[in-house]
């Protein structure tokens, strides 16, 4: 059998939408997830110590604030990345339908 080839063309593909941010955004947000630790395990040192923690407690301490930190600062980052990735394929999307 022969193939038939169809009568008009393809149109234009387009870019598909991305919701991804700008790769300084991404390094912004995992450095800031470095600072979140840094600053939870500088509470949580601070903390075993006015509490009077001896030994293994004060690194325990310290590595669970880190760990807290990390964790509060991660989830902000990542929720205003997705943010920031859907606005910007709205404003993509707008910017398409202006030039049509």
């Known amino acids: 059998m022969a193939r038939v080839e169809p009568s008009h063309p393809d149109p234009q593909p387009s870019d598909p939408d991305t919701a991804l941010p700008s790769v300084l955004a991404r390094v912004l947000a995992f450095g800031s997830i470095f600072i979140g630790a840094a600053a939870g395990g500088l509470i949580g040192y601070a903390f075993a110590e006015l509490g009077r923690f001896g030994g293994a407690y004060v690194g325990f301490i310290t590595f669970i604030s880190m760990l807290l ?32």
């Open 69 to 100: 930190g990390a964790g509060g600062v991660a989830v902000v980052a990542v929720l205003t990345l997705r943010a920031f990735g859907e606005w910007n394929t709205i404003q993509q999307r707008e910017q398409r339908s202006e030039s049509n």
